[in-house]
């Protein structure tokens, strides 16, 4: 790439170019790491490219808590209406596509037509979940078969705060599959991006802050996912983690810290580049992951 | 008594940059105010830097666990809704005795009811140093004939309760009928007998500070062994300047006539960490003296909640969520 995304590129040489800072997005609003710790975004060419804002433990807290906050509203609205803001996402993805294809080849290296690609898949799959908003309860719950006067039902309903530590190196379309199924079932979500892509996980803050999606049902913080995984498998107000690629430790640890409240832990195995954006990594059985079942009894023929 | 804290915003000038109450506002006599009350006129600006200074106190972990204790021991654990019942009340009282299952954690200072559920609390926190106050004089917004206002001040007092929460008449204060506020808190204290009176000032409908320091001065000087910031029915609620503000003139009113009087910062304050903001807030105007129960007061119910999950944190090391805790 000859351009810059942060802008020195056709600019007469004695101009400071105004570079951007890319900032965590938590509670709606865009901010700096209460630690002042910062990330450096270097292109594939190991050249700096931009700063990052490096989440901290109490950004991750503070996350939560915005999560927490925004459950409510964010799950109690109606199935079609969600699925209305994850479309309207998309569409906000879209109008980003140029500045996305640009941020892959600077940070990822792929060549144009690979670019649009990824970014083709990315807006198709969030439209493919937003389709999944209405639809999932009927092909997961159901009507149970019982032999006494009653109507059995059991329905799905979102699990809560639900953290998800998307994929090491797996450019957009890691974050949009790591976050999209527990979305798409009514959790409040805070999206874990790695020390490696910050920029293209906090790009994908702007786009949500743009889209209709309420303040705090999604937060993404960029840093580093090791620092950070201990410290949300022992937070109590978090009621289920997704771990995308983590490896076998990571999920060791997971899985013992997550005891302490019994959160869900959903692992998702690693996979490659490609794997990640082929149609066997959406599903919505991947959103029964992040869900609790309700069965409700009611008296029938009285 | 203790002599008040030096260390108050007036004498840290390289601190604050001004001192808010008595510094070079206090040589502002404006003439407004009724026979021997003087007018100061509080510097907003300083006011509200210096109440942003309490907040950017580095507390660490040990002093934490002293600070949550301390907070817990100052709480008036609240219930002023129209949809009060006994059993709201009791349960209340039994949280008030026994916060958490740590046996570390003290009980609270105070419940505070309306006053038909005075005799009731009473029953329940029989025993116990808890004590029961009561919003009196039609809470929240006072607009009730004097006798009456009087009447249920004497009548709440004889159900039993320690402490008697009164409103003034804002209407009459911003009228500028300052004489007859006055009056009306002599009256009440008067009713009150053995009981303490806390006046509630109600600062968010009093504007300006100004009329939070002139109605602060008011009430000490009609005998409020407390001064209040809100019924919490009004946003805003208590605020840092505001309290800020109070203590000033708590401060000067000892210094003048050597009475203390307590301060009851009630209404938004719901995390621990605004918490010991205030805690640091009497500490650096009014110092250790008035850092007791008997002396400072926070009127709160979400607030011990909060208190009880920091301190689970601190046990646990683990961030603690709102659903292990009893909601009331």
Redesign the interface.
């Known amino acids: 790439m000859s351009t810059n995304h942060n802008g020195s590129a056709g600019q007469s040489s004695d101009r400071e170019p105004v570079r951007k800072t890319y900032k965590l997005y938590v509670g709606g609003a865009f901010v700096r790491s209460e630690s002042g710790y910062a990330l450096r975004q270097n292109d594939v060419n190991g050249a700096f490219f931009a700063n990052c804002a490096k989440a901290s433990r109490k950004d991750l ?1 503070d996350a ?1 808590g915005a999560a ?1 906050t925004a459950f409510g509203g964010w799950s109690t609205r109606s199935a079609f209406n969600r699925s209305q803001i994850l479309f309207r996402l998309a569409e906000m993805i879209e109008g980003r596509r140029a500045t996305f294809v640009e941020l892959l080849g600077s940070l990822c290296g792929r060549d144009r037509a690979a670019a649009e690609r990824e970014v083709s898949t990315v807006i198709d799959r969030v439209f493919w979940y937003a389709g999944w908003c209405d639809k999932f309860t009927q092909i997961l719950g159901g009507v149970n078969p019982i032999a006494s006067p009653y109507n059995n039902f059991t329905v799905a309903e979102p699990t809560g705060v639900v953290v998800l530590l998307a994929p090491r190196s797996a450019g957009l379309i890691g974050l949009v599959t790591a976050l999209l199924p527990a979305l798409a079932a009514g959790n409040a979500c805070v999206l874990v991006a790695d020390d490696d892509l910050p920029v293209i996980a906090l790009e994908l803050g702007e786009a949500l802050a743009t889209s209709d999606v309420p303040a705090g049902a999604v937060n993404v913080l960029s840093g580093t996912t090791s620092e950070l995984l201990p ?1 949300a498998a ?4 978090v009621n289920a983690i997704g771990s995308f690629g983590r490896g076998a430790d990571d999920e060791r640890e997971l899985g013992q810290r997550a005891a ?2 019994i959160k869900r832990v959903a692992v998702f195995a690693a996979r490659s580049h490609d794997e990640w954006c082929d149609a066997s990594a959406q599903s919505p059985y991947f959103v029964e992951r992040f869900v609790e079942w309700k069965t409700s009894w009611h008296p029938v023929g009285v | 008594m203790n002599q008040p804290s030096k260390n108050s915003s007036s004498g840290q000038s390289s601190d604050s940059g001004a001192g808010s109450g008595n510094g070079a506002g206090a040589s502002h006599r404006t003439g407004r105010a009724p026979a021997g009350l003087p007018a100061i006129t509080v510097d907003a600006r300083a006011v509200e830097a210096r109440a942003a200074r309490f907040t950017r106190r580095s507390i660490k972990n040990e002093a934490k666990r002293a600070a949550l204790a301390a907070a817990m021991s100052m709480v008036d654990l609240t219930t002023l809704e129209g949809m009060d019942t006994p059993g709201k009340v009791e349960r209340l009282c039994r949280k008030a005795l026994q916060p958490g299952l740590d046996p570390r954690l003290p009980r609270v200072a105070a419940v505070c009811v309306y006053p038909t559920f005075v005799a009731h609390a009473r029953q329940v926190l029989e025993g116990s140093d808890v004590r029961v106050a009561a919003v009196a004089t039609a809470f929240p917004s006072g607009q009730s004939f004097l006798d009456v206002r009087l009447d249920e001040t004497r009548r709440t007092v004889d159900a039993g309760a320690h402490e008697i929460d009164m409103v003034i008449d804002r209407g009459a204060f911003l009228a500028g009928d300052h004489a007859r506020v006055f009056d009306e808190i002599a009256a009440t204290k008067e009713a009150c007998g053995a009981a303490h009176l806390k006046v509630i000032l109600e600062t968010g409908e009093l504007s300006t500070y100004d009329n939070v320091r002139t109605a602060s001065d008011l009430a000490m000087r009609a005998g409020a062994d407390f001064i209040k910031t809100s019924t919490g029915k009004i946003a805003p609620a208590s605020t840092m300047p505001v309290c800020l503000v109070m203590a000033e003139a708590i401060r000067d009113h000892y210094r003048a006539t050597g009475v203390q009087v307590g301060l009851k910062a009630a209404g938004g304050i719901r995390t621990s960490k605004q918490a010991w903001h205030y805690l640091v807030l009497i500490k650096e105007t009014l110092g250790d003296a008035w850092l007791t129960p008997d002396w400072f007061r926070i009127g709160a119910s979400s607030l011990v909640n909060d208190l009880l999950l920091q301190w689970e944190r601190l046990d646990t090391g683990r961030y603690q969520s709102a659903v292990y805790f009893s909601n009331d």
Request: proline letters at 0%.
């Open positions: 807290r939560i927490r410290h022992d937070h109590m107000d302490s409240n």
